[in-house]
């Protein structure tokens, strides 16, 4: 069964750091990209960053960049997702998510519509 396991969230005041663990398994996680989506109440899902274990390709949503930094660990099937400087902004369930779409992951952004497979989310709540 294909599994993608989200985890790391938590309360944290502004400003601390949460690392956010992906631990996937069931598909060949060397040919696919992995995602990291959030979703405050009221508002749409959106793509934060992303990483291909095809090409090494990584990108970043504006308003993290700088702040979070995205890893793969081919041995452990595990992407992480490392927030530092946190925002109340930041507030959401993250979702990560991935596609063996080669076009999934670009230096511009991720493709969310060829997603294939989610995991359940993890609460990230940055108080001020």
């Known amino acids: 069964d294909v599994q993608l396991q989200a985890s790391g969230g938590g309360l944290v005041q502004a400003v601390g750091s949460l690392r956010l663990s992906c631990a996937a398994s069931?598909?060949?996680?060397?040919?696919?990209?992995i995602a990291w989506f959030r979703q405050a109440p009221g508002k749409e899902r959106e793509g934060v960053s992303c990483i291909s274990n095809l090409d090494g390709i990584t990108y970043y949503e504006d308003s993290v960049k700088g702040r979070f930094t995205i890893s793969s660990d081919n041995a452990k099937n595990t992407v992480y997702l490392q927030m530092n400087s946190l925002k109340p902004e930041d507030t959401a369930v993250y979702y990560c998510?991935?596609?063996?779409?080669?076009?999934?992951?670009?230096?511009?952004?991720?493709?969310?519509?060829?997603?294939?497979?989610w995991g359940q989310g993890t609460q990230v709540t940055v108080s001020s």
């Open positions: 069931g598909f060949t996680f060397d040919d696919y990209a």
């Open positions: 998510a991935a596609s063996h779409a080669h076009f999934y992951c670009s230096p511009y952004g991720i493709s969310k519509k060829v997603s294939r497979y």
